[in-house]
C-alpha cells in the first residue's frame, strides 16, 4: 500500500540507469567480461518507472525481461554503453550500476586465434571509457550521479575514495566477498559527501525502493 500510495510521485522526471555486464570480443569466439546479473540495476529501473519516471536502462547482456515501463537500450561493449548513456542526456539522475569491464583487446582479431606451438598468446589491454566518470564531467551532468562499487577488501575506505575518484555524489558500495552476484539479497553503504550509512541485509528491489526514496527526497530538496 505503500509503494502503491508513491504511485506517479516521478513523473516528468528523467532517469539514466546502467546495468548488467560489458561484453569486449577478443576474437569472433572469445570475450572479457565481468559478473553481473543485473538484478539490482533492473530492479531500480523498475522502481523509478513504478513511480511514474521516465527510465532509460542501459543494459549489457543478462537473462533478465526489460521491467515494465522502462525503455531498455541494450548494448555489448563500454564504448556502445557510453554513446547510449549520452543519447539520452539530459536527464536528472543517473544511476550506474553496470559491470564494466575495465579493459578490452587492443586489437580485436578478426578471426578466431588459433592455438599453436609457440604456446598460448599474450593479449594486449587498453582501458575503456569510464561511463560514470564521465557522465560526472559532461556538459550536461544530471544533479545527481550515483554510483556503485563492489569491492573485497577496505570497502569504506575503497569506495569513500572512489566517489571522489569518479565525481559523483553518491556511492553505493557492497562488500562481494558475501556472494552477491547473482543472488536476490544485498547489504549496501551508502556515501555521500557527508556520511555512510550501512543499510541492513535486504532483498535487491529494498535497496531498490529505499535508494529510490532518498533520490526523490534530494528531487524535492533540490
Ligand atoms: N564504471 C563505469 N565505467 C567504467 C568502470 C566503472 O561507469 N569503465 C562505474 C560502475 O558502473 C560503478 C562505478 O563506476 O558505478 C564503480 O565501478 P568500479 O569497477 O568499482 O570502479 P573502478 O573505477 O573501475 O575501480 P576498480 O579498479 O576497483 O575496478
Ligand atoms: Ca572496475
Not at 526489460?66 to 564504448?79: D, L
Request: glycine letters at 8%.
Amino acid at each position: 500500500l505503500g509503494q502503491l500510495a508513491r504511485g506517479g510521485s516521478l513523473a516528468g522526471r528523467r532517469f539514466l540507469v546502467t546495468a548488467g555486464p560489458t561484453v569486449e570480443p577478443l576474437d569472433p569466439v572469445r570475450f572479457l567480461s565481468n559478473h553481473s546479473s543485473g538484478k539490482q540495476g533492473y530492479a531500480i529501473a523498475e522502481a523509478l518507472a513504478f513511480r511514474g519516471a521516465d527510465v532509460a536502462l542501459v543494459s549489457g547482456p543478462t537473462a533478465l525481461a526489460a521491467p515494465s515501463g522502462v525503455r531498455r537500450i541494450q548494448v555489448s561493449t563500454a564504448r556502445e554503453m557510453l554513446a547510449a548513456c549520452e543519447a539520452e542526456l539530459p536527464v536528472d539522475v543517473a544511476v550506474c550500476t553496470a559491470a564494466v569491464s575495465d579493459w578490452r583487446a587492443k586489437v580485436q582479431a578478426t578471426g578466431k586465434i588459433k592455438k599453436t606451438s609457440e604456446g598460448p598468446p599474450t593479449l594486449e589491454l587498453i582501458e575503456n571509457p569510464d561511463i560514470l566518470a564521465a557522465l560526472c564531467r559532461h556538459a550536461q551532468r544530471p544533479k545527481l550521479v550515483v554510483g556503485f562499487a563492489a569491492e573485497t577488501d577496505d570497502v569504506l575506505v575503497n569506495a569513500k575514495a572512489k566517489r571522489i575518484r569518479k565525481g559523483c555524489d553518491w556511492l553505493v558500495a557492497n562488500d562481494v566477498r558475501q556472494g552477491v552476484f547473482g543472488a536476490d539479497r544485498n547489504t549496501v553503504t551508502l556515501i555521500d559527501g557527508t556520511e555512510a550509512v550501512n543499510w541492513p541485509e535486504m532483498d535487491k528491489r529494498s535497496v531498490a525502493n529505499l535508494l529510490v526514496d532518498r533520490i526523490e527526497e534530494f528531487l524535492i530538496a533540490h
